[in-house]
Nanobody, 119 residues
């Protein structure tokens, strides 16, 4: 099993920046991809971006491409989501998720961290 825990959420002004962290533990050698998702009240959970654990290939949703950057620290089993030029519509609970080798979808999820953007 893999456990993931997000941190770094908080209140930020529109136009500001915030960095979220996602620390993985357990069978981290089985991680294939780590992704970020978000969900705001009344909306479906949406994909934000993801990074391949080996190699570092990244993929982003159109809504955040050019503003958000995902990076990783394999030594510390941590993935980061650097969020810049934040907008009110970026406010949500952000979740980190893991896909392990052989899995067809994200099979481990964190509890989420709240990001609030004030105008």
């Amino acid at each position: 099993q893999v456990q993931v825990a997000e941190s770094g959420g908080g209140l930020v002004q529109a136009g500001g920046s915030l960095r979220l962290s996602c620390a993985a533990s357990g069978r981290t050698f089985s991680i294939s991809v780590m992704g970020w998702f978000r969900q705001s009240p009344g909306k479906e959970r949406e994909f934000v971006g993801a990074i391949a654990w080996s190699g570092g290939f990244t993929n982003y949703a159109d809504s955040v491409r050019g503003r958000f950057i995902i990076s990783k620290d394999n030594r510390n089993n941590t993935v980061y989501l650097q969020m810049n030029s934040l907008k009110s519509e970026d406010a949500a609970v952000y979740y980190c998720a893991v896909t392990t080798f052989g899995a067809r979808t994200y099979n481990y999820w964190g509890q989420g961290t709240q990001v609030t953007v004030s105008s």
